[in-house]
């Protein structure tokens, strides 16, 4: 299936999950993961499976004001 | 000489969600001409808190995210996320909870951006985000404009401080709106923190003597010519105008008065004409 990973369009097989989105990137910590504008926390990456089309984010800690 | 001590900054510090700071700056993190100055700034102000943000991994904002992270936890002050950035409430509920859990913090700096050119908080959506982080267990510092009813609005659904703008992000202004703000400071007897719009020390120490609580700012620091210089003139401003409000005063007069003492003034009355 295709998933866009910030933005990215990306090809995962059909049963992937959240933790193999995070794999594909090399996330390093710390990070945080939403998949369609809805947080997942890191304990269910695992478990979340993902679906076609889905769109995810993973961020990182930067400055701010 | 008799003791006289209104004024301990041991007694007199900052309670915020039942939390104690010693200071009542709060520093933002970002735009200074280094990772090392504002290290340096940070330690020569002393901030309650400084913010910091969330952006995607591999963007070039995030590209330095690791060193800064390493910089966060050496400063040891705590940390304040933000939503900046976030347009809708469920772009600002989402990142809340995203900051949650990367800082490993309850605080949120609520900000929801209704107009790009000026980064005017969205008055109408805002108290809905706050009330909904609020009940998810956040202690929520919302950025907002300085009206009185959203102001009062944010308090009603449980924001147990609130942060009006002095002037539009990044402008350095200062207070473009004097009135609305000591109004504002007059009616709510929350914690007011004037965030975003400040320029100079003397922006920050008038909000003080005003009776605000607190202030945030960044790009005043941050970009200028010595930022560590000016974080430590912001700190002692904010100090002094907090002293000068627990002071009293006086109340400002129409007429001269003289200071010195009149009785015993020599060539009193003399006719020079």
Redesign the interface.
């Known amino acids: 299936m295709n998933i866009f990973i910030?933005?990215t369009l990306v090809a995962l097989h059909g049963s992937a999950t959240v933790a193999d989105a995070v794999a594909h990137?090399h996330?390093?910590p710390?990070?945080?993961?939403?998949v369609n504008?809805?947080?997942v926390?890191?304990t269910r990456y695992a478990v979340h499976p993902l679906q076609d089309g889905d769109k995810i984010?993973?961020?990182?800690?930067?400055?701010?004001? | 000489m008799p003791s006289t001590a209104p004024h301990s900054p041991a007694s007199d510090a900052l309670v915020l969600y039942g939390q104690t700071f010693q200071s009542r700056l709060l520093l933002?993190?970002?735009?200074?001409p280094s990772p090392a100055v504002?290290e340096a700034a940070v330690e020569r102000a002393h901030p309650a808190m400084v913010?910091?943000?969330?952006?995607?991994?591999?963007?070039n904002?995030?590209e330095?995210?690791?060193s800064?992270?390493e910089l966060?936890k050496r400063l040891n002050v705590p940390v304040l996320?933000?939503t900046?950035g976030c347009h809708s409430v469920?772009?600002a509920v989402?990142?809340a909870?995203?900051?949650r859990?990367?800082?490993d913090t309850p605080w949120i700096k609520l900000e929801l951006i209704g107009d790009d050119y000026t980064l005017q908080p969205d008055t109408l959506n805002l108290v809905e985000a706050a009330a909904q982080l609020i009940r998810d267990g956040f202690q929520v510092l919302p950025y907002c404009t300085e009206d009185l009813v959203l102001c009062q609005r944010l308090v009603d659904v449980g924001c147990q401080a609130v942060m009006p703008w002095a002037a539009p992000?990044?402008t350095g202004r200062g207070p473009v709106n004097p009135y609305a703000l000591q109004v504002l400071r007059e009616r709510l007897d929350v914690p007011l923190l004037v965030d975003?719009g400040l320029g100079l020390p003397s922006h920050a120490c008038q909000v003080m003597e005003w009776g605000y609580d607190g202030v945030l700012l960044?790009?005043a620091v941050a970009l200028a010519t010595d930022p560590v210089a000016m974080a430590g003139a912001f700190a002692d401003a904010v100090a002094a105008g907090r002293a000068a409000r627990s002071a009293g005063a006086m109340a400002a007069q129409d007429t001269a008065q003289p200071s010195t003492p009149v009785l015993g003034t020599p060539f009193w009355h003399h006719d020079h004409g």
């Open positions: 910030n933005q990137v996330a390093k710390p990070f945080a993961v939403a504008l809805q947080f926390p890191n984010e993973i961020i990182a800690p930067v400055t701010g004001g | 933002g993190t970002s735009r200074y504002l913010t910091a943000s969330l952006r995607r991994q591999g963007s904002a995030a330095t995210g690791s800064f992270w966060l996320p933000n900046a469920q772009e989402t990142t909870y995203m900051a859990e990367v800082f992000i990044g975003a960044n790009t």
